[in-house]
């Protein structure tokens, strides 16, 4: 059984940060990519940042420059450094994990950031 635990949301004022964290444990092999997910209430879910096995990257627009993803693929763990943070970062945010020869996908509960002053 794969989970994935997030930690680091929370509130923030507009123009600050907060660094997201992401641990997934269990049967994982093969891992091909991590990143995040973001829903805003009445949108859609929406790819953030995703980081491959291999340390490739690739960031939403309207989070370039602002946002950097990382990993430690020994610990399957993933981060996202959140910076210059605007009212409209507002959303829960997701981790997941693709991984194995079928490329699964495991999700984590989400973790809430809200940026307001």
């Known amino acids: 059984q794969v989970q994935l635990v997030e930690s680091g949301g929370g509130l923030v004022q507009p123009g600050g940060s907060l660094r997201l964290s992401c641990a997934a444990s269990g049967s994982i092999f093969r891992v091909n990519a991590m990143g995040w997910y973001r829903q805003a209430p009445g949108k859609q879910r929406q790819l953030v940042a995703s980081i491959t096995s291999r340390g490739s990257t690739n960031y939403a627009e309207s989070v370039k420059g602002r946002f950097t993803i990382s990993s430690e693929n020994a610990k399957n763990t993933v981060f996202l450094q959140m910076n210059s943070l605007r009212p409209e970062d507002t959303a829960v945010y997701y981790c997941?994990?693709?991984?194995?020869?079928?490329?699964?996908?495991?999700w984590g509960q989400g973790t809430q950031v809200t940026v307001s002053s």
């Open positions: 997941y994990i693709q991984y194995g020869w079928s490329q699964s996908t495991h």
